[in-house]
């Protein structure tokens, strides 16, 4: 009886982990306790704390982690209905960036959430660095909204030297792998 416990208990983590393999122990879990706990990761991905407050107890949060367990990235997601969900928030630590881990992170959702939704939405403000993330990552230019980071932030968010105005929205398709 407990080794069958042992065995469904494996079972749920391998389904979690998905890539997870001795060769590439990363993991990715899901977040349901204690999200503000990851609050140095997620203002990597959105500086105002105030603005994670609008989306954290609402979005579904998944962690990756490396093989001691180190938190290296996060990710949070909103249902927006119809089909659609909605990436409120993608940050890598900056120690572990540029090695694929956004993109596998973005590729984890994907897989986890391709039966509920057909359409994964990020927005972003227009800095070359994310642009081309998102880019490479099988996402297409959808719309903008101007003006989104004066009226929304208390601050300048700069990114590659220049303060953020309109928010800019990408989207994929759930099912297009990449
Ligand atoms: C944007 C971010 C999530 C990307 O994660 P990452 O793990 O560093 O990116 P990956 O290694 O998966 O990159 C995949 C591809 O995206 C593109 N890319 C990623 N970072 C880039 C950068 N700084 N400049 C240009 N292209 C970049 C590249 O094409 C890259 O492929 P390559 O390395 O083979 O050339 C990460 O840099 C980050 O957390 N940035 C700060 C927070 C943020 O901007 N979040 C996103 C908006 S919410």
């Given at each position: 009886m407990k080794e069958n416990t042992c065995r469904q208990a494996a079972k749920r983590l391998t389904e979690y982990t998905g890539q997870e393999s001795e060769a590439n122990p990363i993991r990715i879990l899901p977040v349901t306790?204690?999200?503000?706990?990851?609050l140095p990761l997620l203002l990597i991905g959105d500086e105002q704390e105030s603005m994670i407050d609008r989306y954290l107890d609402r979005g579904e949060m998944f962690v990756m982690q490396d093989q001691t367990a180190t938190p290296i990235a996060v990710a949070v997601v909103t249902d927006?209905?119809?089909g659609t969900l909605e990436l409120k928030n993608l940050a890598v630590h900056p120690h572990f960036q540029r090695k694929g881990h956004g993109r596998r992170m973005i590729a984890h959702l994907c897989e986890h959430y391709k039966h509920r939704f057909h359409t994964l939405l990020a927005g972003t403000g227009d800095s070359r660095q994310t642009v081309s993330f998102y880019q490479n990552c099988g996402f297409a230019y959808s719309h903008t909204v101007p003006g989104f980071f004066l009226k929304n932030y208390d601050h300048p968010i700069i990114e590659d030297g220049k303060a953020l105005k309109d928010m800019v929205y990408f989207k994929r398709r759930m099912a297009d792998g990449r």
């Open positions: 306790t204690g999200k503000k706990l990851y927006e209905g119809d």
